[in-house]
């Protein structure tokens, strides 16, 4: 008698489906509400910088606005 076969080099089985359907689900919410998201964070950004130049005088920002809000960053220094 013989067993199941191997595809691709992977043992039957291997795979978890209901992981493998997750996953993708997960993808799905997150391309649906990327946009969303992405101009939440800008505005929550944008009140962070603003409020720490309101409350500290010698405040620098620094980066570039486009690449900080990818990276869900704000860059600062402060001078002594």
């Given at each position: 008698?013989?067993?199941?076969g191997?595809e691709?080099?992977?043992r039957?089985g291997t795979?978890?489906?209901?992981?493998i359907?997750?996953?993708?689900?997960a993808?799905?919410?997150?391309?649906r509400?990327?946009?969303k998201?992405?101009?939440?964070?800008?505005?929550?950004?944008?009140?962070?910088?603003?409020?720490?130049k309101?409350?500290?005088s010698?405040?620098?920002?620094?980066?570039d606005e486009?690449?900080?809000?990818?990276?869900?960053k704000?860059l600062?220094a402060?001078?002594?």
């Open positions: 008698m013989n067993g199941g191997q691709r080099g992977m039957s795979l978890a489906p209901p992981l359907v997750g996953f993708g689900a993808c799905d919410i997150a391309l509400d990327m946009k998201d992405e101009a939440h964070i800008r505005k929550l950004a944008n009140k962070l910088k603003k409020e720490l309101e409350k500290i010698d405040i620098q920002i620094n980066g486009v690449s900080s809000l990818l990276l869900f704000v600062m402060v001078n002594d």
